[in-house]
Structure formats: structure tokens, C-alpha cells
């Protein structure tokens, strides 16, 4: 657990810092300051406490370095018999979507949540989008959270994303947005 945690901080400090994050305003990227990725390799070799770690992060924030923005929930599935499907229109008022998305366990490991399905893209090309998703349970509560990342995607462009969480309670849906975005 702790590992798939180091990936995905690691993961997304690495493609660049999106600092107002939203696709209705402007995206200022940073470089990731080398104290904080070398700070993020000793606390994955176990060299640095979990409130060492949080800190160091807590002050990026502090300091306007990392700008934690809320972003609208773009996609929600709900959770019926471990696989539901849903779709939606792919393209609306040159906003990004997501369409055809399925909310399923893992067949092998069943701790694992996937959500799959298609995202198009807006009118904005980008390197990177980094998309959150969120497991609900039925007093609609955030139980887990997962990630993935869609490169290289023009205006328009549709593509196939599988985002991941881990949790092995019972679930309502899944929703997915996007956290970050990487011009």
C-alpha cells in the first residue's frame, strides 16, 4: 500500500506542477524543487517518517508552491453487482468528458477497483491530464481514491483510460475527475 502511495505522489509531482488547476482557467507548471523529489526517495526507502514526508508537502502548499484546487466531478458511476456501465455524450461545449465507463472489481485481485471507459478531450491539447477517481460507498463518503494519467492528447482526441483504486469494503459508485493537467 504504501508503495502504490510513493507511485502515485511521485507520479504526480513528476509531471510537472499545475498550479490553478481547471480546464476553464490558465495552467502555470513549475519544476518540482530536487530537496522535495530527494525527500520523496528516502521517505519510499523508509529513510523519512510519514510526518516528515507530509510536511515537507504541507509547506509547498503553504508557500503557494502546490495549489490544491477543487475540480467538478465529471463522470459518476453507480455500483450495482460489482460492474456497472455508463455512458455520456462526448463532446459538450468544448469541454473535456468521459464516456462508455465501466466501475468493476479486479477478477484476480478483488481488493483493486477499476474504472475504464473513453476520455475526450476539450479544445486545449495537453501532455498530460491526471484524472482522480473516488470510491463512494452509500452514505455517498470518499472510502478510497485511485489515479491515472492520459498523455499526449490533442483537441478532441479520445482515449482509453483505466484508473485504479484499493479498497475491499462495499461500494455505491465510482467517480472520476480530473485533478491535473500538464500544457
Sequence with gaps: MKTLLILIIIA??????TIGISFNAYAQTTSIPTWLKKTALWWGQGQVSDDEFIKAIQWMIDNKILVVSQS?????????ANTVQQSSPS??????????TVCKRDEVS????HYT???TNGAVSYDFVYLQLGIIDSNGNVVATGNDMI??????QTKIFDATAIYSG??????????????
Design 151 to 156: 498523455d499526449n492528447i490533442g483537441p478532441y
Design 91 to 100: 463532446q459538450q461545449n468544448d469541454k473535456p468528458s468521459f464516456s462508455g
Design 110 to 113: 478483488p481488493t483493486i477497483i
Design 72 to 80: 467538478s466531478t465529471l463522470s459518476t458511476n453507480n455500483h450495482d
Design 12 to 17: 504526480s509531482l513528476t509531471v510537472g506542477i
Design 170 to 183: 462495499d461500494f455505491a459508485k465510482c467517480e472520476i475527475e480530473i485533478g491535473n493537467v500538464s500544457p
Design 117 to 119: 471507459g473513453k476520455f
